[in-house]
């Protein structure tokens, strides 16, 4: 298969589907993106509990959420100049500048950053505590760190697999003393 057909068949096929759905279809799908604004206080929470826990565990330098949330001079449309849509109905919210503009410019990258940074937050977690290679772990590079608690130890340090005692995404390359 060529590069360019792989890339097509990871994609998930939404644009050529999306006018053959019901209006209500839509609608329903609609409410559902944004019904998950009532669990992002528990989700701020979480993150914050995994960013404050590897503090307390002596971490330094891990990102902030902060560090994942786009500039607001990279967003393309302000509330002078966002377009909007027709809308499919009367009353549609695509034809609001104040819709897109919250969405846009707030609920979209906020969200998305918060995910973001707290699956990273995750990936640290799981680096540090336990620095098993396994079918996944290469998908945890983004929360590499110096090394993991097993490291740190000498004694439990030479348990482990060979990988995974030079395992660069939770070992620094800089470690002699493991190899």
Same mark, same amino acid.
């Given at each position: ?7 097509a068949a990871d994609r998930?096929?939404?644009?050529? !589907?999306? @006018?053959?759905?019901?209006?209500? #279809?839509? %609608? ?5 993106? $944004? *019904? ?66 919250? !969405?846009? @410019?707030?609920?979209?990258?906020? #969200?998305? %950053? ?5 699956? $990273? *937050? ?58």
């Open positions: 298969m060529k590069a360019c057909e792989q890339c998930v096929r939404i644009g050529e !589907n999306h @006018t053959k759905m019901s209006k209500l #279809s839509r %609608a329903i799908g609609l409410i559902f993106i $944004y *019904l998950p604004i009532f669990t992002f206080p528990f989700i701020v929470l979480s993150a914050y509990w995994t960013y404050y826990s590897l503090i307390l565990c002596g971490a330094k330098n891990v990102k902030k959420w902060g560090d994942y949330i786009p500039d607001r001079a990279t967003h393309r449309y302000s509330l002078k100049n966002q377009i909007t849509m027709d809308g499919s109905f009367k009353l549609s919210l695509a034809q609001s500048k104040l819709y897109w503009i919250l !969405n846009c @410019t707030v609920y979209c990258p906020y #969200s998305v %950053a918060l995910f973001e940074w707290h699956a $990273y *937050l995750v990936k640290v977690v799981e680096n540090w505590w336990c620095p098993f290679t396994h079918g996944e772990k290469e998908n945890y590079k983004n929360g590499s760190i110096d090394k993991s608690f097993w490291h740190i130890y000498p004694e439990d340090a030479a348990k482990l697999h060979p990988d995974d005692k030079c395992n660069p995404i939770f070992t620094d390359e800089h470690d002699k003393d493991l190899k």
